[in-house]
Nanobody
Framework: QSQLVESGGGLVQPGGSLRLSCAAS????????IAWFRQAPGKEREGVAC????????NFVDSLKGRASMSRDNAKKTVFLQMNSLKPEDTGVYYC???????????????????WGQGTQVTVPS
């Protein structure tokens, strides 16, 4: 069965760092965009980062620009989201999902993606 599994979340003090992983199984990632979305309590799911698998091109929400990077491991079919200088507003459940597209620009709209994982909790206390 096709599946995405998120991991790497946890409780981190402000200013700390986390590296989230999204591992894919059962389907290829070529010609796919892979994105991370954050769901905070009482808020709608928000796209925060994405990567074009074929080229490695990335895109980030304004609040993460300068604090985050994405990478991929071809052999493990895994994408990573590195977040530094964490702030309380980074708190939420982080999900990954995919979208089939040949373009070299990925977008952060949740409606374009499918194959959602179970999510991993990131907590940065105030």
């Amino acid at each position: 069965q096709s599946q995405l599994v998120e991991s790497g979340g946890g409780l981190v003090q402000p200013g700390g760092s986390l590296r989230l992983s999204c591992a894919a199984s059962g389907f290829p990632l070529e010609a796919r965009h892979i994105a991370w979305f954050r769901q905070a309590p009482g808020k709608e799911r928000e796209g925060v980062a994405c990567i074009v698998w074929n080229s490695g091109s990335t895109n980030f929400v304004d609040s993460l620009k300068g604090r985050a990077s994405m990478s991929r491991d071809n052999a493990k079919k895994t994408v990573f989201l590195q977040m530094n200088s964490l702030k309380p507003e980074d708190t939420g459940v982080y999900y990954c999902a995919v979208f089939v597209d040949l373009d070299d620009l990925c977008v952060l709209s949740p409606s374009r993606y499918y194959g959602w994982g179970q999510g991993t909790q990131v907590t940065v206390p105030s």
